[in-house]
């Protein structure tokens, strides 16, 4: 039986999961069932900690992989320690499973959960993925980037009539494989998913001048707590030298190295 769940939070926020990008972090699923199984199998020798959310997110409970069926076919869950907990995630009608396999981030989603018994206890049944997400730490840290200095990124986009635009954006995030920006609903206009954003410019303080091309991979609209309407840019970096990769983690790195000693109290 699993430790502990924890029930839900209606004053937080969602958590948000990069396997609901699928567009952005398509080079990291996996659909070889092969793979798929060996990666199960080790979270089950390894009796890794699983959290699996329901409710959109805001429900979720700890517990861990138990078996593999005959036919791979299934797997078998433990189930939470609060009866109530359980049923919700069988009602379910999404859920998705969360982990980590040696600083390794892995993803998974299923449409519902059944019940069942594993040696006389009661248990969780689920069929096997048909992908799964699987992140290096340095793929999916994402950083924030500060609001009262933000880092902003330069690129030329086009018109409707061709003609070129230049346009300064902020941006809310960045990370290894790309970067988020936030635009109004008047400059969206000049992107769609697909896009190829050549010889785009950001300035990363103490560090110089990252040039890198970029695809559009994800919009969506986004309301700000005042109550603004922007629109939300998921944008993939396009086979980043690694010179630049490595000026890009190294700024990650320090930034994220600073804030933590300010929370300390060292800075």
């Known amino acids: 039986m699993a430790e502990t769940e924890i029930q839900p939070d ?16 398509s080079r990291f699923l996996l ?14 020798s390894k ?7 329901f409710d ?37 009608k999404r859920l998705i499973f969360t982990t980590k396999i040696d600083k390794v981030k ?26 799964l997400l699987r992140l290096q730490r340095r793929e999916f840290f994402r950083l924030s980037t500060p609001i009262a200095n933000p880092v902003k990124l330069k690129a030329m986009v086009r018109r409707n009539d061709n003609s070129a635009h230049h346009v300064e954006l902020p941006l809310v995030d960045v990370s290894g494989g790309g ?13 769609q998913k697909g896009d190829t954003l050549r010889d785009c410019k950001v300035m990363l303080p103490n560090e110089g001048l990252l040039v890198a091309t970029l695809s559009v ?11 603004s309407r922007l629109v939300r840019l998921g944008c993939e970096f396009v086979d980043l030298p690694a010179l630049r990769l490595t000026m890009l983690q190294r700024y990650i790195t320090r930034v994220e190295r600073e804030r933590k000693a300010q929370l300390n109290g060292m800075l």
């Open 10 to 25: 209606s004053d937080s926020s969602p958590p948000q999961f990069e396997l609901d990008y699928s567009d952005e972090y």
């Open 31 to 44: 659909h070889s069932q092969s793979e798929i199984l060996a990666i199960l199998r080790v979270l089950i």
């Open 47 to 53: 009796g890794a900690m699983i959290t699996v959310h």
């Open 56 to 92: 959109e997110g805001r429900s979720f409970l700890l517990s861990s992989m138990i078996a593999l069926s005959a036919d791979n076919r299934e797997f078998i869950l433990d189930i939470g320690g609060d009866e109530e907990m359980n049923q919700r995630a069988l009602l379910a």
């Open 106 to 131: 892995v993803q998974f989603s299923l449409n519902k959960l059944s019940p069942t018994q594993s040696e006389g206890r009661a248990a969780f049944r689920g069929s096997v993925p048909e992908t």
């Open 179 to 191: 970067v988020g920006l936030m635009v109004t609903p008047e400059q969206a206009q000049f992107f």
């Open 217 to 227: 991979r994800t919009l969506f609209s986004v309301t700000t707590r005042n109550g």
